[in-house]
């Protein structure tokens, strides 16, 4: 499907699965490269990385956790700058390799506020694996340490990504198309 229709918006396909899955491929390569031996845990971030979680750690073949940790600060299509702790932390991280699993770092705030929040419980290592990155977006400098791809600064939908909470349920994923009209110049 080349265009798809999330509640009032249009969304063009931008990135296919098969290249979604070759990078995830490749990223969860270098996880194991880098992790083999130290039982990571992995903290996908709820809602929008539930899908890149599950793909990521059905390809890293080292022995591993998982639980989940969910922060919010979109609405909309808008980052609020605002964090809102949802679901917190449920297992013990002391001394463990932490991977944080998000579906994209676009201001880099939340990820920010949630690495300040995961080192006061004294982990050994944090790591963070974002399927997407916007660089021209990046309001505080964060450590990615591994990254699938970087994007423009463009609204997305797809593969774990919503636009008020629909949309999430594709294979691709989509860039909002911006309405000429409202776009003359």
């Known amino acids: 499907m080349e265009k ?3 509640k009032d918006k249009t969304f063009a396909i931008s990135i296919p ?3 979604i899955q070759k990078q995830v491929r490749r990223v969860a390569a270098e996880i194991v490269r880098d992790l083999e031996g130290k039982h990571p845990l992995f903290l996908p971030v709820l809602n929008g990385a539930f899908i890149f979680a599950a793909d990521l750690l059905r390809e890293v073949n080292i022995p591993c956790e998982v639980s989940f940790i ?3 600060s979109y609405q909309g299509t808008q980052s ?5 702790e949802v679901i ?3 297992a ?3 001394g463990r390799h932490i991977v944080i699993v998000e579906d994209i770092i676009d201001s880099g705030l939340t990820m920010a506020h949630m690495l300040e929040t995961l080192q006061a419980h004294n982990p050994a290592s944090i790591s963070v694996c974002a399927l997407l990155v916007k660089p021209g977006a990046l309001k505080v400098e964060i ?3 591994y990254k699938c791809m970087e994007i423009p600064n463009d609204f997305i939908v797809g593969y774990g990504l919503d636009y008020d909470g ?4 594709t294979r691709d994923i989509y860039t909002l198309v911006k309405d000429p009209e409202l776009f003359s110049e």
């Open 17 to 19: 699965e098969a290249e």
């Open 166 to 169: 629909d949309g999430r349920n």
């Open 70 to 72: 969910k922060l919010a």
């Open 92 to 94: 013990d991280i002391t």
């Open 143 to 145: 450590p990615i340490h």
């Open 80 to 84: 609020t700058g605002e964090i809102r």
């Open 4 to 6: 798809l229709q999330v």
């Open 88 to 90: 917190g932390l449920q």
